[in-house]
């Protein structure tokens, strides 16, 4: 038998949702965590879970200049930290005629520069020990898209890619990162989450009012369970070779397969054009189907 190693995580925004979930599951499982919030409430509550293994960090991840001095504390005070888990983030919902560069630059804030502000902090002692991983919460998102949340989509697309290049810098210091893309999950994310820029273009009613009235809808009813997808994080955590991205939910993963099933289709349609680029290609700029 052997015996079980006990790690520490890291995990960002684990006042609710998911990443409460995670963090649950990682003290059950007998991990420490040192797990952000933003509030002196939530950091209480959090400490309060396991007052030996939980450890709440106040740490906006848009304060980038913050991250690396919170980080290096809270690894002298609690452990170097072997698993990082960048999950804080948040969704804006919003027609991109009607959102402002701020709605943009305050998602790209909070999902992309706020994780690798995040990973550049852990990742100097990781390399040095020649282990570490990384896991970065996307979204199914950041491989599909929907009308209505082109900036999250955006911001994931931005973090999928971040995580799939960073893992092949780092395969060969044994740092793996995986991106962890959930379908839609019972959390507050739809809820008092979400950033909704306010409708004014009556252009795109038909388009965007289902959709926003669906969400909301939606919020509370969601199929995915934050508890299950902790165990999902957790067999990750303890796969030898885990992978480059992991989606959660049937939800993700149907939506997933029609995607790469239409892209075959559309790559397949426009394959003589899509080759007819090169220096000394003659096959001329014309469709193939
Ligand atoms: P949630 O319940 O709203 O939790 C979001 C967490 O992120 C909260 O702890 C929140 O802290 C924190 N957070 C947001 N902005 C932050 C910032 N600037 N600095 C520090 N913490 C911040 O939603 P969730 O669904 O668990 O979201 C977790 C992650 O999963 C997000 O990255 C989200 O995009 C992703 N995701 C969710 C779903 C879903 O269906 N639920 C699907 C795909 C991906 P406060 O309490 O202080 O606001």
Request: a neutral charge; proline letters at 4%; hydrophobic letters at 35%.
């Given at each position: 038998m052997t015996t079980p190693t006990f790690k520490t995580f890291l995990i960002t925004g684990v006042s609710s949702g998911l990443g409460r979930a995670f963090?649950?599951?990682?003290?059950h499982a007998g991990h420490r965590v040192i797990g952000t919030v933003r509030r002196a409430a939530d950091a209480e509550a959090f400490a309060a879970l396991a007052p030996d293994r939980a450890h709440p960090l106040v740490l906006d991840v848009t304060d980038f200049d913050a991250i690396p001095v919170?980080?290096?504390?809270?690894?002298?005070?609690?452990g170097i930290i072997d698993v990082l888990v960048n999950n804080a983030g948040y969704g804006h919902e919003g027609v991109l005629e009607e959102s402002?560069?701020?709605?943009?630059?305050r998602q790209f804030s909070a999902n992309v520069f706020g994780p690798v502000a995040m990973m550049k902090a852990v990742?100097?002692?990781m390399r040095e020990r020649r282990r570490g991983r990384i896991i970065n919460v996307t979204s199914m998102g950041g491989f599909i898209t929907m009308p209505g949340i082109s900036f999250y989509c955006g911001s994931k697309f931005a973090l999928e890619g971040i995580s799939e290049a960073l893992g092949k810098e780092l395969a060969s210091f044994g740092i793996r990162v995986t991106a962890l893309a959930p379908g839609q999950f019972r959390t507050d994310w739809a809820g008092r989450s979400m950033d909704r820029t306010p409708r004014t273009i009556g252009d795109y009613d038909a388009v965007m009012d289902p959709i926003r009235a669906a969400?909301?809808?939606?919020?509370?009813?969601?199929?995915?369970d934050p508890a299950k997808a902790a165990q999902a994080l957790l067999a990750l955590v303890e796969s030898a070779n885990p992978p480059v991205r992991l989606f959660l939910g049937d939800d993700a993963l149907d939506l997933v397969e029609q995607k790469l099933e239409a892209m075959k289709v559309e790559l397949?349609?426009?394959?003589?054009?899509?080759?007819?680029?090169?220096?000394?290609?003659?096959?001329?700029?014309?469709?193939?189907?």
């Open positions: 963090a649950e599951g990682a003290l919170a980080v290096t504390a809270a690894e002298r005070q609690v402002s560069i701020d709605d943009l630059h990742l100097p002692g969400r909301h809808a939606k919020s509370g009813n969601q199929p995915g397949g349609a426009w394959d003589t054009l899509s080759r007819s680029t090169s220096f000394g290609c003659d096959r001329g700029a014309t469709r193939s189907a």
